[in-house]
């Protein structure tokens, strides 16, 4: 398996993730995200097929947009002299695994790759947090993978759930 970014592909292998607008994403909008510079798509792939695929984009986790007592939560992890009213994040736009290779954990090993990515690759921009707008069938996915609810409560008429990472956790583990 390889994994690469969307743009070095001369063609897209045949993929299938049970999901239409997932599936739809990667033949019909993620070449458009890239060449607009709004989302970068990676893709796994093997010889005869694309196993899974992520997207990243820049977003923000800002006090504006969130509870107090989630606000003050995640102000507590930074510096006081270095308090903001927002802090810079990238964003799992869209993640999905093949159902041939659902249940393997290869959905897991892709958020940690993006993690990784995140922490080693700080040349050229920083940023504190991993979000993640999960539908809510994901949500005990992303949980095991150590995000949090960005809201107090989830709501029936929300279609997808806000949650974060704090990458600071992983720097914090490589000290150790």
Request: some cysteine.
């Amino acid at each position: 398996m390889r994994l690469v970014r969307l743009e070095e592909l001369k063609e897209i292998k045949p993929f299938d993730c049970g999901d239409a607008d997932l599936n739809g994403f990667l033949c019909d909008d993620a070449a458009y995200y890239g060449s607009e510079m709004l989302a970068n798509t990676f893709v796994l792939e093997t010889e005869t097929e694309t196993v899974a695929y992520f997207s990243l984009l820049n977003d923000k986790i800002s006090q504006t947009t969130i509870a107090k007592n989630l606000w003050r939560k995640i102000r507590k992890t930074i510096p006081h002299e270095k308090h903001l009213g927002s802090y810079p994040a990238v964003k799992i736009g869209r993640l999905a695994v093949s159902l041939h290779f659902r249940g393997t954990g290869l959905g897991t090993d892709l958020v940690s790759a993006v993690k990784q990515m995140l922490v080693n690759n700080t040349g050229v921009s920083a940023c504190r947090f991993l979000t993640v707008d999960a539908y809510k069938d994901a949500l005990p996915f992303y949980q095991k993978n150590g995000f949090r609810l960005l809201i107090n409560d989830i709501e029936e008429e929300n279609f997808t759930v806000p949650m974060y990472y704090d990458l600071k956790e992983l720097t914090m583990i490589k000290a150790e």
